[in-house]
C-alpha cells in the first residue's frame, strides 16, 4: 500500500514533535540531578573599551 503526500507529512510532523517532547523531558528529568549551575562568563569583545593611559602609566 502506497503512503499518501497527506499522511507523509502527518508523520514527518509526529514525528518532529514527539521528539521535540523527548528532548524537552529528559532535559527536565536529568538536568535536576546536577544541581544549579552558574552561566559561565561571558568574555564582552563590543563594544571596546578605550584605554585611558596617563602619562605614569607609559613609564613603567
Not at 503512503?3 to 532535559?27: F, H, K
Not at 552561566?39 to 563594544?47: A, D, T
Amino acid at each position: 500500500m502506497k503512503q499518501s503526500r497527506w499522511m507523509s507529512l502527518l508523520e514527518a510532523v509526529t514525528n518532529v514533535l514527539v521528539g521535540y517532547g523527548a528532548a524537552v523531558a529528559t532535559q527536565w528529568a536529568v538536568f535536576p540531578l546536577f544541581g544549579p549551575r552558574r552561566p559561565p562568563k561571558v568574555l564582552h569583545l563590543w563594544p571596546p573599551k578605550l584605554l585611558h593611559l596617563t602619562s605614569g602609566d607609559l613609564m613603567h
